[in-house]
């Protein structure tokens, strides 16, 4: 919405940044920007699509005063114009707005677990000083996993300086020697930092089977994967019930053919028929599948939820297959990403 910048009247808007100071861990102070918040009408009942998916850009025209809106993609009459929400993990915008986005491009899994760690520090040593002068324990107190299941190149660096014998710390030569990762198993037998890459590894599957512990056990994966399967079908039947009533002829649904089988069978959660009738009209479906509808509103819940939980838990099982030095059987889907992510099956190797 254009602001006035007439004599008389409005004032116009201030930028869509704030400045301000913050202060370093090491008591230093920054001037930075930082986004303002802003309500803006209409704009706020935009769907999210992540920037890196094609939403349209905000942006502000300090030129004409006025907030505008940037298709990242050519658009053609009937697409869906949607805004980002923000490079937000699905826990913030299930928690924040209902809803979950399977296989986000920003989905990202918080591991606390790595942060224990740090106990194992002696307060003045110049370990402890080393870590903090390349700022590496904000890497350990904000470890995560992306999408993929890999952690950031940061917290590993982190943890081998942390998990390095005494021994090893001098004769690699300390922090900055550690940046690099070091071979293990039989090719890192006579290597020097070998044990610390190991143990930082370790100390990474440790604290993603914990994480799985707490979502349940990895053998609920799954389960979770079988029950989003089925959710989706009926909501998919759903969903189309409604479409077939909305359509130019609504009377297709009553009698033959498509509409009677639709009708009359659908499936349950739990894999068997629910039969409901050969009665049923277009004003049952809507009743069933309204946007206020209990059926409607139960199934997009728990659909939303199911896709958080498989989308961690997936996450979770490629991170422990990726740096557990000892093979476990996870979950069907996890042995499967296990064997995607040795690079040739040198698993052998890999554990020494």
Not at 41 to 69: I, M, Q, V, Y
Not at 91 to 96: F, I, P, Q, V
Request: net charge negative; hydrophobic share 35%; glycine share 10%.
């Amino acid at each position: 919405r254009r602001a006035s910048t007439g004599g008389g009247g409005e004032r116009p808007p201030p930028p869509p940044y704030l400045t301000r100071r913050e202060t370093l861990g090491d008591g230093d102070e920054i001037t930075k920007e930082v986004p303002s918040t802003f309500v803006l009408p209409l704009l706020d009942a935009f769907n999210h699509l992540s920037e890196r998916g094609g939403a349209t850009k905000l942006c502000f025209d300090k030129t004409s005063n006025a907030f505008t809106l940037r298709a990242a993609r050519d658009m053609r009459v009937g697409d869906e114009a949607t805004i980002s929400y923000g490079q937000r993990p699905n826990a913030y915008l299930l928690l924040r707005f209902g809803f979950a986005v399977f296989d986000s491009p920003d989905e990202f899994v918080e591991l606390p677990g790595c942060a224990d760690e740090l106990e194992w520090l002696m307060p003045g040593s110049k370990r402890e000083a080393d870590l903090y002068a390349e700022n590496l324990h904000y890497a350990v107190r904000n470890a995560r996993l992306d999408r993929d299941g890999k952690a950031n190149t940061n917290l590993l660096w982190a943890l081998r300086v942390l998990l390095a014998s005494d021994e090893e710390y001098e004769r690699v030569g300390g922090v900055k020697a550690f940046r690099d990762a070091f071979p293990t198993g039989l090719d890192g037998r006579d290597v020097p930092g070998s044990g610390a890459q190991l143990a930082a590894e370790a100390s990474l599957a440790l604290a993603c089977a914990r994480e799985m512990d707490l979502a349940g056990g990895s053998e609920s994966l799954a389960e979770d994967e079988t029950q989003l399967e089925a959710a989706l079908a009926v909501l998919r039947e759903v969903e189309t019930e409604c479409a077939m009533c909305l359509s130019d002829e609504p009377s297709a649904y009553d009698g033959a053919g498509a509409g009677e089988d639709l009708a009359t069978g659908m499936t349950s959660m739990d894999g068997t028929d629910a039969t409901r009738g050969d009665e049923m009209t277009c004003d049952d479906v809507f009743a069933r599948c309204g946007t206020e509808s209990d059926d409607s509103n139960y199934l997009r819940r728990l659909v939303s939820a199911l896709e958080f939980r498989v989308g961690r838990k997936r996450i979770l099982a490629k991170a422990v297959a990726r740096y557990s030095p000892l093979r476990e059987a996870f979950t069907r889907s996890g042995d499967e990403l296990y064997a995607a992510t040795m690079e040739g099956g040198d698993y052998d190797e890999k554990v020494g």
